[in-house]
T-cell receptor, first 113, second 111 residues
Framework: GDSVTQMEGPVTLSEEAFLTINCTYTATGYPSLFWYVQYPGEGLQLLLKATKADDKGSNKGFEATYRKETTSFHLEKGSVQVSDSAVYFC????????????FGTGTKLQVIP | DVKVTQSSRYLVKRTGEKVFLECVQDMDHENMFWYRQDPGLGLRLIYFSYDVKMKEKGDIPEGYSVSREKKERFSLILESASTNQTSMYLCAIQTGPYEQYFGPGTRLTVT
């Protein structure tokens, strides 16, 4: 079945550092790919998405490119802020049937001043 | 803006109690979902519903049931709560192709 693997956390960075959170997936067909973010004490929010190969999703300075050849969707940000401290979930949604979303286990990011 | 509310942010129940978790949306979305979130396991789908009175089992339905009598309300029921059901419970609605919008979550502790 479908699965998502993302890097273990927690990740601790200094403010203004470059961020990469790795995500790879296994799925049949052509899934849509997502990054969700969960701030402390809140539910998940959709951060960005890509629906086909080579698409780049972007939002709030975060970017991720749908790489079908490497089955990856790594999250990047050029300069993180303290306010980016959160848990980040990579996810995919396969085609057909009901639109089930499969989530990774989450990566906690802590940004220190 | 879409709004998804969950009946409680924090809940403490005793083993064997029947527990109701409520989720209410303020839009006319058909698909609603219940997940539980546990450290190291991410989100796992318990049940989902694609219309009133319609439901489908997710990946971990054991020990849970659901009810959807009205389109805007989707309830998760723990028939007899156990300590291994201590978790964060998240309700979500489908807002677009493959996209989900989440409520704030209910942190349930079963003692």
């Amino acid at each position: 079945g479908d699965s998502v693997t993302q890097m273990e956390g927690p990740v601790t960075l200094s403010e203004e550092a470059f961020l990469t959170i790795n995500c790879t997936y296994t799925a049949t067909g052509y899934p849509s790919l997502f990054w969700y973010v969960q701030y402390p004490g809140e539910g998940l929010q959709l951060l960005l998405k890509a629906t086909k190969a080579d698409d780049k999703g972007s939002n709030k300075g975060f970017e991720a490119t749908y790489r079908k050849e490497t089955t990856s969707f790594h999250l990047e940000k050029g300069s993180v802020q303290v306010s980016d401290s959160a848990v980040y979930f990579c996810a995919l949604s396969g085609q057909g049937g009901y639109q089930k979303v499969t989530f990774g286990t989450g990566t906690k990011l802590q940004v220190i001043p | 803006d879409v709004k998804v509310t969950q009946s409680s942010r924090y809940l403490v129940k005793r083993t064997g109690e029947k527990v109701f978790l409520e989720c209410v949306q303020d839009m006319d979305h058909e698909n609603m979902f219940w997940y539980r979130q546990d450290p190291g396991l991410g989100l796992r789908l318990i049940y989902f519903s694609y219309d009133v009175k319609m439901k489908e089992k997710g990946d971990i339905p054991e020990g849970y049931s659901v009810s959807r009598e009205k389109k805007e309300r989707f309830s998760l029921i723990l028939e007899s709560a156990s300590t291994n059901q201590t978790s964060m419970y998240l309700c979500a609605i489908q807002t677009g192709p493959y996209e989900q919008y989440f409520g704030p979550g209910t942190r349930l502790t079963v003692t």
